[in-house]
């Protein structure tokens, strides 16, 4: 239906272009040089007269339509139903919407609710058609405004151009809208979780078991929240994996860029970068079917407890994906401490590994903390590693080999499968991404200061 | 008159003939110094290095053509030229910090003493403790004045003790003519110095792992008129000590500081000898050209 | 200026000569050292990418074949029509398993009990009736004629195959028992088990049973979801660069701007997701599982990238070419339009395709939306539900079957090779429109 809308629009609009167009040689009598404008532009004038109000009148019809039809079919429902507490009528009107949209219904229908699902029927079937009325009818009028007001002496160039800026900036405050919808989803359903669990027993609770507030009687009065434990399994993983991926990451950077020939650089590097372009979902399948397994052999062998879903395996994979992370980042950082220092030591008989100890790696530690921080941040967040190959078992440990469990896994876990969605369940996963993403958003604005003021050092 | 057609109105080999030149120079002719059109003399009594026949190319291109020529133990020797005539490339020769490009190559013979440079029994490391060099654009570490002096020594285990330590950077801060001034910011980073403390913290660092020879690329060329001086006034109290070869554009600084000079002219070494006849007679008509400011 | 004091140069009396010779040897041994440590590095990456990509495809490329069993099918016009009127609708409901099960009796006709009879029974999939019906439907002139038709064997029985199962091993301990063991044996002796190039995997969704899985749902998904992806990412992208490079002031509100691009380029992936289920289904009440939502998501996150690659690329476009259009009296929107956009647009179509590739093999945010649910169909808009691939290979990898480990593998091949491909597209454009000025 909407397809057919948006055709029809576009149609129009197209047509209204070389109606426009044409209109502008006529108004000319047949001599461009007359019009302020070219007549290209007095078609775009049009085609924009046309399409662009009824676009916008569309988009907040769609947007507002679904929830006024609801509203006005629960306002009509028999007052039995209508006076229910608000989350058993919200699985009525799931019923209905069901049973409008012909699916399966979880209870055998009532006849007030296949009444209701009539009723809706109807009301969007009316909705609908006035959609197409009012669309149409909007770009006609729109077009026939437009060619009317068409002249020579129209700035119709300034009018579009003024059109295509417009658009330019509202596209770059998407970012921003980006942050602002991020910070305020996450912190609405935190602030909502928080008055069922209070802050600090969130932050600073050592049990964390969510399963056992599930009854809805039992609503935060003894559901365990403490995120403790999910900190420090983040922190377990992340740690291991930076001890992977630090070293190897650097010293590769070092070879490739003081070392390698150009040859070598030129196989190596990209090699080495094909570590960055695997999906995640791949490293998470590698290191839960082949790395956790084999660590686990391996401990055996050697008397070593190690759990199946240990720490270890997701962490050494974790480290190698952020591999090529580092050593790129790096790379930029070795690249950017002027020649001049490598000179005033090689002249002064130091070897290459002393220049790079003694002279390289101190002057380019701050972007390399930089960097560091940026790995950091991104092995907080990783998810699909950690969810396949870590545990769901939060343990407060320290011990590598034994199963832990992140913030990430958690609220994959707790947002995947069917529950209600107000429940502190799923508003705990919100926290946990309100922590997520103030952690990783502090780690990133420093890495960032830190590598912006490095580079202006040297330049 | 463009420098190739001078060049060739005086017998000197065009650019463009280079590589086919170079073949045969390169085998040969370490002997072959006598017949080349150098003027001067270049041979010197007390020679602390000799250069004889030395190419260098970079990739096809040839930046050196066969230049030969002493450098005497404990005198100040300057190489003056126009822009792109190899000074700078014929210098980092002699402490072989050509060999950090890839596609440099260079052919001939140069001694320090007894030993051939570039022979392979001579390890780098220890050819750049012995020749230091001084750049351009001062290049202190970022370090602490202390670390910076104390870099050299340390890495090459001149010292045992952290008092014989600080007595090294001492004697070399003061050796530079610094020590007055940073005597009680020792710690404080060397990048915070002005332009000429920090060339004259450089030419600390390279003392202090007491070379035989230092090498200076136009040090002064990045300082004001006084840090000038003051460096100048520094490089004639180091020649007590060491040898010094100094590369300048400012043909008053060559003859303020050294007591042989040597004209580079697009690769060739045209003329060498005593600085006070090069600037007041000079034997070659390039040579002239140029100390005259017909260009450069 | 006071004379340097002899004392305090108690290296002086030796010669820089010796002393550093007496050093070189640990210095060079330490030089060597090191410069091992870099290559072992760089190996170790690399051995790492090699070890992958071996054990993936080691394990996924025996899911490119499939063990198949021809039975003698009687279409036994009693069963599939017995009223001898070829009513469709009485031949689709008829009995196909009744003529699978007849054909494996015929096959081996000395089987006798229950239990031994199940057992024979598994050997043909679930599949094997519903693609007979298929071929009824299709020619309806079949029945009542007899047929060696290739019928799909079950998963267990490719497992075993393949090698998979351990014939060694004690009867309980394994899937597969000694008396179907002895029937294999016989089919493939006389020819009628064959391992036949695995089309399922591309033509069907999701199913529970390994041998009628297949990844045309997720394939189908990924299409609409890096569809919807690209065509808002790539125009409101490209628009910001235009805007921040060309247009904009610099000021406060710019700064902020930038600072928010560069942020949300590190921000996790999963907090996207999150941003996903709290406003495009929550709020505007856009439906779970769509292609759509999971679009506007991913076009999130991929515009960063877009943007960063875009002001990348009109940097590169010298000023030069600006100062002449704007010389010609074109307004500056005719200048980017004309001239600036037409030069940067291979760099900024080489930067989209990267970051659909990364787009594409994103999985994370998509969980938090619903794209994770079991769906056989394969969606055929927008709003279907579905899932995509890399989803597909999170979903497949937790379940135990050894055939699914398989078909995962094959998967990630899939996942990968379309990724190569991505990669390789903008490899070659990059190449192809590399321009130096």
């Known amino acids: 239906m909407l397809s057919y809308l948006l055709l029809t629009l576009a149609l129009l609009s197209s047509a209204a272009y070389y109606l426009g167009r044409n209109r502008a040689f006529a108004v000319a009598n047949g001599h461009i040089r007359n019009l302020h404008s070219l007549p290209g532009f007095y078609g775009s004038y049009t085609a924009l007269w046309c399409g662009l109000p009824a676009l916008l009148v569309l988009a907040l019809w769609v947007a507002l339509q679904p929830s006024l039809i609801t509203d006005l079919v629960v306002a009509g429902l028999p007052p039995e139903l209508h006076d229910l507490p608000a989350d058993r009528l919200n699985l009525v009107v799931n019923d209905i919407k069901n049973l409008v949209n012909g699916n399966i219904v979880s209870s055998a229908p009532n006849p007030a609710i296949l009444e209701a699902a009539n009723h809706y029927r109807n009301l969007r079937v009316i909705g609908n058609s006035a959609l197409w009325v009012v669309i149409v009818s909007l770009a006609l009028a729109g077009l026939a405004y437009s060619w009317n007001a068409i002249a020579p002496t129209l700035r119709a160039r300034n009018r579009v151009e003024q059109i295509v800026t417009l658009f330019l900036i509202l596209s770059s405050t998407l970012a921003i809208f980006t942050t602002v919808g991020i910070v305020l989803s996450v912190l609405f359903e935190s602030i909502l979780f928080f008055q069922h669990v209070p802050i600090t027993e969130f932050l600073f609770g050592l049990q964390w078991s969510p399963q056992t507030a599930l009854r809805a009687d039992q609503v935060g009065s003894s559901g365990a929240f403490g995120a403790i434990p999910l900190f420090s399994g983040t922190l377990l993983i992340s740690g291991i994996a930076m001890l992977v991926a630090v070293p190897i990451g650097l010293m590769s950077a070092l070879y490739l860029s003081e070392y390698a020939t150009p040859r070598f650089r030129a196989i190596a590097k990209p090699a080495l970068e094909i570590l960055a372009g695997i999906p995640t979902v791949v490293y998470g399948f590698f290191a839960a079917l082949t790395v956790a397994p084999l660590i686990r052999q391996i401990g055996t062998a050697m008397g070593l407890q190690v759990a199946s879903e240990s720490a270890l395996a997701a962490g050494l994979v974790m480290g190698v994906m952020i591999i090529p992370f580092v050593s790129s980042l790096s790379d930029d950082v070795i690249n950017a401490v002027p020649q001049s220092m490598r000179d005033g030591s090689y002249a002064l008989g130091a070897t290459k590994s002393e220049t790079i100890k003694r002279v390289l790696l101190p002057a380019a530690l701050p972007g390399i903390v930089g960097s560091i921080l940026l790995a950091v941040s991104r092995a907080i967040g990783e998810t699909m590693i950690v969810v396949m190959a870590a545990g769901l078992s939060a343990n407060l440990t320290g011990n590598p080999l034994a199963a832990v469990t992140t913030v990430t896994v958690q609220i994959v876990t707790l947002l995947t499968g069917d529950q209600e969605f107000d429940s502190p369940k799923t508003l705990a996963a919100f926290a946990l991404g309100l922590v997520l993403f103030t952690i990783t958003l502090i780690l990133n604005i420093i890495a960032l200061r830190v590598v912006r003021k490095y580079r202006e050092q040297y330049e | 008159m463009s420098t190739t057609a001078i060049a060739t109105d005086l017998g000197l080999k065009p650019a463009a003939t280079a590589a086919t030149a170079s073949r045969s120079v390169s085998s040969v002719e370490v002997t072959d110094y006598d017949n080349r059109q150098t003027v001067g003399k270049i041979v010197v009594d007390n020679a602390k290095m000799i250069c004889r026949g030395v190419n260098v190319y970079y990739g096809e291109k040839q930046a050196i053509k066969n230049v030969s020529l002493d450098i005497g133990a404990n005198e100040v020797i300057a190489f003056i030229g126009p822009s792109g005539c190899g000074k700078s490339t014929f210098l980092r020769c002699l402490n072989r910090m050509n060999d950090t490009i890839t596609t440099c190559r260079v052919t001939g013979q140069i001694k320090l003493d007894d030993d051939d440079v570039y022979d392979k029994s001579i390890d780098v490391v220890q050819l750049r403790a012995r020749v230091g060099m001084v750049f351009q654009k001062p290049n202190p570490f970022p370090k602490s004045i202390y670390e910076n002096v104390a870099y050299g020594p340390r890495i090459h285990g001149m010292v045992n003790t952290k008092a014989e330590l600080d007595d090294l950077v001492r004697d070399s801060l003061e050796r530079a003519g610094l020590i007055k001034e940073v005597e009680k910011r020792l710690n404080e980073p060397g990048t915070s110095l002005s332009g000429g403390q920090q060339q004259r913290l450089c030419i600390a660092r390279a003392i202090a792992v007491h070379p035989e020879v230092i090498l200076m690329d136009e040090p002064c060329s990045a300082l004001d008129p006084i840090a000038t001086a003051k460096i100048e006034e520094l490089i004639d109290e180091l020649r007590e000590n060491y040898t010094i070869v100094i590369v300048t554009h400012s043909m008053q600084q060559a003859a303020r500081v050294s007591q042989r000079t040597a004209y580079f002219h697009l690769g060739d070494l045209i003329e060498i000898g005593e600085t006070d006849q090069i600037f007041t007679n000079p034997k070659h008509k390039l040579t002239e050209d140029y100390i005259t400011g017909r260009f450069g | ?437």
């Open chain 3, 1 to 437: 200026m006071s004379k340097p004091n002899a004392t305090a140069v108690p290296t002086a009396s030796r010669d820089i000569k010796t002393i550093v010779n007496a050093t070189l040897k640990r210095r060079h041994a330490a030089e060597r050292r090191f410069r091992w440590y870099g290559l072992l590095a760089i190996s170790l990456g690399l051995i790492f990418v090699l070890l992958m990509f071996g054990n993936i495809i080691g394990k996924g490329y025996p899911a490119f074949w499939q063990s198949y069993i021809q039975l003698p099918i009687k279409f036994d016009a009693a069963i599939l029509d017995p009223e001898g009127n070829r009513d469709p609708h009485a031949i689709e409901n008829a009995d196909y398993a009744a003529l699978v099960r007849t054909g494996l009796r015929a096959l081996f006709p000395n089987v006798e009990g229950r239990v031994e009879l199940r057992a024979l029974y598994a050997l043909s999939s679930s599949d094997a009736p519903l693609e007979l019906r298929q071929q009824v439907m299709a020619h309806p002139t079949l029945i009542g004629t007899e047929q060696e038709i290739w019928l799909l064997a079950s998963a267990t029985v490719d497992t075993f195959v393949k090698g998979n199962i351990d014939r060694q091993a004690e009867e309980d301990h394994r899937p597969i028992k000694d008396n179907q063991i002895g029937w294999i044996d016989q089919l493939q002796a006389t020819g009628k088990l064959k391992q036949r190039f695995n089309t399922i995997l591309f033509t069907s969704g999701d199913s529970r049973e390994p041998e009628q899985a297949g990844i045309r749902g997720a394939l189908m998904g990924s299409f609409y979801t890096l569809l919807v992806t690209f065509l808002l990412s790539f125009p409101v992208g490209v628009a910001t660069a235009v805007y921040l490079e060309e247009f904009a002031p610099k000021n406060r509100w710019t700064d902020l701007i930038e600072v928010n691009i560069n942020n949300l380029a590190a921000v996790p992936s999963i907090v996207f997701g999150l941003l996903g289920l709290a406003v495009f289904i929550n709020f505007f009440g856009l439906p779970r599982s769509a292609p759509l939502v999971g679009g506007l998501v991913l076009s999130l996150m991929t515009l960063p990238v877009i943007i960063i690659a875009g002001r990348a690329a009109l940097t590169s476009v010298p000023p030069s070419i600006r100062e002449a259009a704007l010389g010609m009296g074109a307004s500056k929107l005719q200048m980017v339009g004309h001239h600036v956009l037409p030069l940067a647009m291979p760099g900024m179509l080489t930067g989209s395709i990267i970051g659909m590739a990364r787009a594409l093999g994103e999985s994370a945010p998509l969980l938090m939306i619903g794209m994770v649910a079991f769906i056989v169909d394969v969606p055929k808009s927008f709003l279907d539900p579905s899932t995509v691939l890399p989803v597909q290979i999170y979903l497949w990898s937790d379940l135990p079957e050894r055939a699914f480990v398989e078909r995962t593998s094959a998967a990630i091949m899939v996942l990968l090779a379309f990724m190569i491909l991505m990669n390789g597209l903008a490899i070659i454009l990059r190449k192809r429109f590399e321009r130096r000025w």
